[in-house]
């Protein structure tokens, strides 16, 4: 039996909650201090959230019968050219920080995803969050 794909407010509604799991984990560093556990913690929920705040988007182009998209690059793009996003080159880097952020990569790239995701991409996805509020009318 062949699984239905997500609707984009479904998309929507768990990128929503790994969101707000992502802004639990910046609360508790934020008055605790970062340890290596909760910096492993931070770094896999910034990735599931980036990662279906992309599925959410996916979703909602699909929903107005738009072509798959080959990458996440393009998503962001068009998200970006339809203001579902306002700062298309956070989001892009935030691609390449992803990229990046490999095991192979030194402890002092680490440091700098970390300081990205508490600094800049946890804005990043707020405003997300915002706009396609406004844009599903939710």
């Excluded at 802004?23 to 201090?33: A, D, S, T, Y």
């Excluded at 892009?92 to 508490?118: G, S």
Aim: hydrophobic residues 35%; negative net charge; charged residues 25%.
């Amino acid at each position: 039996m062949k699984t239905q794909p997500l609707s984009c407010e479904q998309c929507f509604g768990n990128f929503q909650e790994s969101l707000t799991e992502l802004q639990e984990v910046i609360e508790e560093i934020n008055l605790k201090g970062i340890s290596q556990k909760n910096e492993q913690h931070l770094h896999r929920s910034f990735e599931l959230t980036h990662e279906l705040a992309l599925n959410a988007m996916t979703a909602f182009f699909k929903q107005q019968g738009r072509p798959s998209y080959s990458g996440s690059r393009d998503i962001t793009l068009d998200a970006f050219n339809e203001e579902l996003i306002d700062d298309g080159k956070g989001w892009l880097d935030m691609i390449i920080c992803r990229i990046k952020a490999t095991p192979v990569y030194t402890e002092d790239v680490q440091n700098k995803v970390t300081q990205n995701i508490l600094k800049n991409y946890i804005h990043l996805f707020e405003n997300f969050e915002k706009k396609m509020n406004m844009t599903l009318n939710l």
